[in-house]
């Protein structure tokens, strides 16, 4: 029996909430939108028009997978951050709305200076190097990322973006520190993984469907905040910024780490539910 539209959103949002999913509406407006190009003015104003049989079948199978927990953001296969939009599946971490404080900040800083040089260490599908890149026109941003399948996916989201002044780095960020000169950047950025090991089986499934690698900060969730900044406060330009997004209750913690390798103008921004979101500090090179 052929569906109208209206029909099919109140089934598949019927369908979402009875097996758990949150925010099924919202969920089903998504999958509405993607297979059927029916957003909510639509769905209003077109709604009684009758859904075409084979975008039902694939939005049923869609539906399905997101019962089974498998993120939204995977199913449809693209996401918007800040604007920009960047190709995610298995294999890659999706972009948070989280992370804007630090790509805002980023953005900032980069604005500040002429053609800055930037990093992005553990970049993923590349959404603050390639926000960064797009908002400072004539930065130069290279983008380091050790995962296979997150890189092809930065890769594609490069030519999505036409962000062409950002240049992919495969490698571990905790051996190739020496691949790039002392004094390179201006800005070293990073998301890293940060939630301790332990932790992450208890997380809600949709996280269980993310890559391990992205999420696994080490036993205390601090492991790449050490590392990196031992490694790679040396690439910095004098004068240049270590800028991190921190788990929500690893600020202090954080700061500490930058305050040991002598960084100054530690500071940290909040995101919009009040956590500490950010740390940043600035390094000066101690002349002999
Ligand atoms: C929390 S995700 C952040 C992704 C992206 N920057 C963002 O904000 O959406 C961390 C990223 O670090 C990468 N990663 C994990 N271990 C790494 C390593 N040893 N070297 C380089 N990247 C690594 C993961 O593959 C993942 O893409």
């Not at 971490?93 to 953005?107: F, Q, S, Y």
């Not at 380091?144 to 890769?155: Q, R, T």
């Not at 240049?167 to 000169?181: I, L, M, R």
């Not at 950025?189 to 090991?197: D, G, K």
Request: glycine residues 8%; contains cysteine; negative net charge.
């Amino acid at each position: 029996m052929t569906m109208t539209l209206s029909q099919v959103y109140r089934k598949i949002e019927t369908l979402l909430n009875e097996n758990g999913v949150p925010d099924a509406d919202i969920d089903a407006l998504c999958l509405m939108e993607h297979f059927f190009g029916a957003d909510r003015t639509k769905l209003i104003l077109h709604g009684n028009e009758n859904a075409d049989e084979n975008s039902y079948q694939k939005l049923f199978s869609a539906a399905e997978k997101r019962m089974q927990g498998v993120p939204l953001q995977y199913i449809i296969g693209k996401w918007n951050f800040m604007g920009y939009d960047f190709y995610v599946g298995q294999g890659v971490l999706i972009p948070r709305d989280d992370t804007e404080i630090a790509a805002e900040e980023a953005c900032e800083f980069a604005l500040s200076i002429d053609r800055p040089k930037i990093i992005d260490l553990c970049s993923g599908s590349g959404a603050i190097a390639i926000t960064v890149a797009k908002t400072a026109v004539n930065s130069e941003v290279t983008a380091l990322e050790y995962s296979e399948n997150a890189l092809n996916y930065l890769k594609k989201n490069i030519e999505l973006n036409h962000a062409y002044n950002v240049v992919p780095f495969a490698g571990d960020v905790t051996k190739c520190a020496d691949s790039f000169k002392d004094g390179s950047f201006d800005l070293i950025v990073s998301n890293p993984p940060y939630i301790r090991s332990e932790q992450i089986d208890t997380l809600q499934r949709e996280l269980q469907f993310e890559p391990r690698m992205a999420l696994d900060g080490g036993k205390d969730g601090l492991f790449f905040y050490r590392v990196i900044t031992e490694m790679w406060y040396k690439k910095l330009k004098s004068g240049g910024k270590l800028l991190y997004e921190v788990g929500e209750d690893q600020c202090d913690d954080v700061c500490k780490i930058l305050e040991k390798y002598g960084f100054e103008n530690i500071s940290f921004r909040h995101d919009l539910h009040g956590y500490k979101r950010t740390v940043s500090g600035s390094f000066f090179k101690v002349e002999s």
